[in-house]
């Protein structure tokens, strides 16, 4: 079965994390097998190639991992070192060497990497996200039962939801049900 995967989180790191879900009140996996791993790397444009057993299970140890350092900045909680060994371990992973390329026209520093895997790319991606992005916007969607996660880029910060079509949906027919009601 071809799941569609969730690109609702506004970075690429959540929406890996978001690569499990609830569906149905039931906990779904969306990275059944190295096919799926494969189909999300190219989809969220990090990757494509083909994917050995071993990626998988990194990638799924590591968004296990992921998914604690994201629910502390998501209850307001600041990082602490240990959070972030399993990440830095995967980062150390590959080889780098530093290069200048142009773009547009201008010299600009790239890392390249080679022995990339695909759990290497992703933890990049969310060291990208972590080093860059104002963490106290990082947010749980507040549907019940919902356990994606998302970046909140609205202007008033606001955003409640990891979906406006799924859980945001639910929550106000809830609500307008329940006001009908009384």
Not at 80 to 88: H, I, T
Request: proline share 3%; charged share 25%.
């Amino acid at each position: 079965m071809v799941r569609t995967f969730l690109f609702v989180a506004g970075a690429t790191a959540l929406d890996f994390l978001n690569t499990e879900a609830v569906v149905n009140g039931e906990p779904a996996d969306f990275l059944a097998d190295e096919d799926d791993l494969q189909r999300w790397l190219a989809e969220s444009g990090l990757a494509s190639g083909t994917i050995k057993k071993s990626w998988l299970r990194e990638a799924k140890a590591l968004r296990a991992e992921l998914r604690r350092i994201f629910f502390r900045l998501a209850a307001g909680d600041r990082l602490r070192p240990s959070d972030l060994a399993a990440l830095n371990a995967t980062l150390r992973s590959a080889t780098n060497h530093l290069e200048i390329q142009l773009r547009d026209g201008k010299p600009a520093l790239q890392t390249m990497s080679e022995r990339a895997t695909p759990p290497f790319l992703i933890a990049r991606a969310a060291a990208e996200f972590l080093s860059t992005a104002d963490l106290s916007l990082v947010r749980q969607c507040e549907g019940q039962g919902c356990i994606l996660f998302f970046y909140d880029t609205t202007r008033s910060h606001t955003r409640r939801w990891c979906s406006m079509a799924g859980c945001g949906n639910r929550a106000k027919a809830a609500a307008h049900y329940q006001r009908t009601r009384q």
